[in-house]
C-alpha cells in the first residue's frame, strides 16, 4: 500500500511563501503522475499541479508563475514552492499519485494566507 504524507503548511502574510512537501512510500519515479490539489471550504477540488514520470509539467493558470512542483527522486518527494501567496490561495493541500490503475491521496496539509 503506497503512502503519501505532506507536510510543509500552514499560516503566511499575503505576499509570503511556502513549501509543500510530499514524501511517498514509494519511488516517485514509479508513478505515472503526482500531483498537488487542493480545496477552500465550500469548493471543489481542484488541481494545482502535477508532474509526470516524463518530467511534463502542468499548472492551473490561477498559479501559474508563481507555484512550482519538482521532484526529488533520491528522497521519494514532490515539492510544490508556493511563492507570492494570495488569500484566494487559502486551502487545505493534498498530494496525489497515480500508478496505473491505481491513485493514492495524502491526508491533507492546510496553507491559510492572511491579507
Known amino acids: 500500500q503506497v503512502q503519501l504524507v505532506e507536510s510543509g503548511g500552514g499560516l503566511v502574510q499575503a505576499g509570503g511563501s511556502l513549501r509543500l512537501s510530499c514524501t511517498a512510500s514509494?519511488?516517485?519515479?514509479?508513478?505515472?503522475?503526482v500531483a498537488w490539489y487542493r480545496q477552500a471550504p465550500g469548493e471543489q477540488r481542484e488541481l494545482v499541479a502535477r508532474?509526470?514520470?516524463?518530467?511534463?509539467?502542468n499548472y492551473v493558470d490561477s498559479v501559474k508563475g508563481r507555484f512550482t512542483i519538482s521532484r526529488d527522486n533520491a528522497k521519494n518527494t514532490v515539492y510544490l514552492q508556493m511563492n507570492s501567496l494570495k488569500p484566494e490561495d487559502t486551502a487545505a493541500y493534498y498530494c496525489?499519485?497515480?500508478?496505473?490503475?491505481?491513485?493514492?491521496w495524502g491526508q491533507g496539509t492546510q496553507v491559510t494566507v492572511s491579507s
Open positions: 496525489y499519485a497515480l500508478r496505473v490503475p491505481h491513485n493514492y
Open positions: 514509494g519511488k516517485v519515479v514509479d508513478f505515472n503522475t
Open positions: 508532474i509526470t514520470s516524463r518530467g511534463d509539467i
